[in-house]
């Protein structure tokens, strides 16, 4: 636990440098000040740390070297920009002055997730390829061909470069997961800001979000120890989508004439940019980033040239890394889509082993065990489907099933009367949108928590605030709302306090839980070259490395293992792919 406290403030201290960095500049480019809050800060900080463990990767391993850079550029950014970064800290300190609850909340929070972070549950996934895919980066960076040693290494999420970048597994003799703890506990600070609600008898939209962000850090209070990219995806979703209603609120009594500034354009651009990293983390969730239409469409109506160039270059910059990683790991752009193939290199993953690996992650999603049944019709896999959830599960599935329709008959209702509100509408098109494309993709619920709870969230904000202007009795809305708040943190509160019950006499307290080790056999896939394969249920975990579920199909491309794998008889299936193609 102190480890890990001591990880996130090396964590905090980096992002934060990076992060002020690259506010100032953005602040340059739209005019504005550089006064932020640290939470956003760090968040930018993140954005850019990950972005350069990805291209550090590309030539070596992300290890000792990488950090002494970072920090270099961390305190450089700091000194350079002492005085933003001295009114950001005061108006911190500030705050708390002010509102002297969040002197107790704040270490409360920080401690509690440490707690969390230290110890728990290692996801499946984890100890299936997660660890693995976090050593290669460490002491290799990208290796050509590394898909081809097993399939899931090629779904490449930037979540695992930044948590090789601040494992430290050089120094302390472990390799630390303690970002996914990080991302949770941004997320318990914004929950926090609900504070707001309570001091000055107010709420606005995006504390209905922060109930559903809540309940998702109850939920995984027990796995963030485990450094699986779900997690990230999710909480970046909560995290963008309260950060723009925030935004929303502040400009909604103003005029348009008046948010047609750079400044006004400024929050949505940066949000943009978040939503293109959180598709770097789960690609899943790209259609996200559909919400850049609002400053998009401000920046071009107002012929803005300059922010428009550099929102769209930092946009190229975060993603560029991401499919240079994938290309380099899988020989596809996107693995394992197979729509866009524009690379012939010998470590390629042949397009129907991806194929089948990407209709195997959809029938696993609708809990179907044979991939030939992927096309099965909604009317047979859903009910399937559906018994397979968890009470909680069905309850929130019902509960977005049944708001979509509510919020679809809200703004046909409110467009008809020429009332609509067009950023709520693109919110709420935006969320419905990305929520039926995981729904007929892959509905893995794990996948799918920011919108199962967003969505319901969203539209009873939406329908409160409606009956709030009609009636304009604010008092009931803010009764109503801390009941719910009430409700639901009281039962995640009870979830998480048996987490910590359960896990009190693990002895965690100075040292992070390692990841789990798991009985594999050796083969030698070439003289003096070790592989691992597992012997149970695919698991390997961290220190078996490398690892490998097949053998028969594998080849080094070199000596090395940094020169990378390929299929065996590259040339045949090649030959056999292109002669399909034609």
Not at 6 to 28: D, K
Not at 454 to 481: H, N, Q, T
Request: hydrophobic fraction near 50%.
């Amino acid at each position: 636990m102190i480890m890990v406290l001591l990880n996130w403030l090396y964590i905090a201290m980096t992002s934060f440098g990076t992060g002020i960095a690259v506010l100032s500049f953005f602040s340059w480019i739209y005019d504005r000040e550089t006064v932020e809050k640290p939470f956003y800060i760090i968040l930018a900080g993140l954005v850019f740390n990950t972005v350069y463990a990805q291209t550090w990767s590309l030539f070596g391993g992300v290890g000792v070297a990488a950090n002494v850079v970072l920090m270099l550029i961390s305190v450089i950014s700091v000194i350079a920009l002492k005085d933003s970064a001295r009114t950001s800290l005061k108006g911190l300190f500030e705050r708390i002055d002010n509102t002297r609850i969040l002197a107790y909340i704040y270490p409360a929070i920080i401690i509690l997730f440490a707690y969390g972070s230290s110890r728990g549950y290692i996801h499946y996934d984890t100890s299936l390829y997660h660890a693995q895919s976090i050593r290669w980066i460490e002491e290799y960076g990208v290796v050509k061909g590394l898909a081809c040693l097993q399939l899931r290494f090629g779904y490449n999420s930037s979540a695992f470069a930044l948590t090789a970048l601040y494992s430290f597994a050089d120094i302390f003799g472990q390799s630390l997961h303690t970002t996914a703890g990080f991302f949770c506990l941004l997320g318990a600070f914004q929950v926090s800001d609900v504070y707001i609600v309570f001091k000055e008898k107010r709420v606005r939209h995006s504390d209905f979000i922060r109930i559903g962000l809540l309940f998702y850090l109850g939920l995984i209070f027990k796995e963030m120890v485990s450094p699986a990219s779900d997690y990230y995806a999710q909480i970046l979703i909560f995290s963008a989508v309260i950060a723009w209603l925030d935004n929303l609120e502040r400009d909604k009594n103003r005029s348009r004439e008046d948010l047609t500034h750079l400044k006004d354009i400024y929050p949505y651009a940066m949000i943009s940019i978040l939503l293109v990293f959180a598709a770097t983390v789960k690609f899943s969730i790209a259609l996200l980033v559909l919400l850049a239409i609002k400053p998009a469409i401000m920046l071009i109506k107002n012929r803005y040239v300059k922010p428009m160039i550099a929102s769209l270059t930092a946009g190229i910059v975060t993603l560029l890394p991401f499919f240079i990683r994938n290309v380099l790991i899988s020989g596809w752009l996107i693995y394992p889509s197979t729509l866009i193939d524009l690379f012939d290199v010998d470590w390629k993953i042949p397009k129907g082993v991806a194929q089948y690996d990407a209709m195997e992650i959809g029938v696993y999603g609708k809990g179907i065990n044979d991939v030939t049944k992927l096309d099965m019709p909604i009317s047979k896999w859903l009910p399937a489907w559906f018994g397979n959830l968890s009470l909680v599960e069905k309850g929130w599935v019902c509960l977005t099933a049944l708001c979509l329709a509510a919020g679809v008959i809200y703004f046909i209702y409110k467009l008809i009367k020429s009332k609509v509100d067009a950023d709520i509408l693109l919110v709420f098109i935006v969320l419905a949108i990305s929520c039926m494309f995981w729904f007929f993709s892959a509905p893995l619920v794990r996948y799918g928590y920011g919108y199962l709870t967003c969505i319901p969230l969203f539209v009873d904000g939406c329908l409160c605030m409606e009956l709030v202007k009609r009636s304009g009795d604010k008092r009931s809305l803010y009764i109503a709302f801390f009941i719910v708040f009430g409700i639901m943190g009281l039962y995640r509160l009870k979830t998480v306090g048996y987490d910590i019950i359960s896990t009190l006499k693990q002895p965690y307290y100075l040292a992070q839980a390692d990841y789990e080790d798991w009985p594999a056999k050796e083969y030698e896939l070439k003289p003096g070259r070790i592989i691992y394969v597992p012997e149970q249920d695919a698991l390997i975990g961290y220190d078996k490395f490398p690892a490998s579920l097949m053998t028969i199909d594998i080849q080094m491309r070199g000596d090395e293992f940094k020169d990378g794998f390929r299929y065996k008889d590259y040339d045949a299936w090649l030959e056999k792919s292109q002669s399909d193609n034609e």
